[in-house]
């Protein structure tokens, strides 16, 4: 069992990754650097972590596939759900990037995070 137990924290590293970067950025970063009038570091700051948010996502859906098809959880509609919300987030990491002054994104973006993990601890 320790290779699944393996598979699952590297699905739970990705998603503190995820979820916490999230709320390190908002919590700090950007009040933080709002002040600097040229805002480099704060574009620069933001494009690198959704860039390793991307990358977040590719680990948890590797690692929740394997899980899924490990634990025999493909027929699960919860799992169906997690499934649309990840889809949902990556479409919208990927238009924050380009978009990155519209806030409600980032909400957005937020909400679904926590959403999909409160569905993966119920699976």
């Given at each position: 069992m320790a290779v699944w137990d393996a598979v699952v924290w590297l699905h739970v590293?990705?998603?503190a990754f995820f979820v916490g970067g999230?709320?390190?950025?908002?919590?700090v970063v950007v009040p933080v650097e709002r002040a600097d009038p040229n805002r480099e570091r704060l574009?620069?700051?933001?494009?690198r972590?959704?860039?390793g948010t991307l990358i977040a996502i590719a680990v948890l859906l590797?690692?929740?596939?394997a899980m899924a098809s490990h634990f025999?959880?493909?027929?699960?509609p919860k799992l169906h759900l997690k499934l649309g919300l990840v889809a949902a987030t990556a479409v919208?990491?990927?238009w924050h990037m380009r978009k990155p002054t519209w806030h409600a994104l980032e909400a957005a973006i937020f909400l679904l995070s926590l959403a999909i993990v409160w569905i993966g601890l119920t699976l």
């Open positions: 590293i990705a998603m999230q709320l390190f950025l908002a919590a574009k620069a700051m933001a494009r972590f959704g860039w590797a690692r929740g596939a025999h959880l493909w027929s699960e919208l990491v990927v």
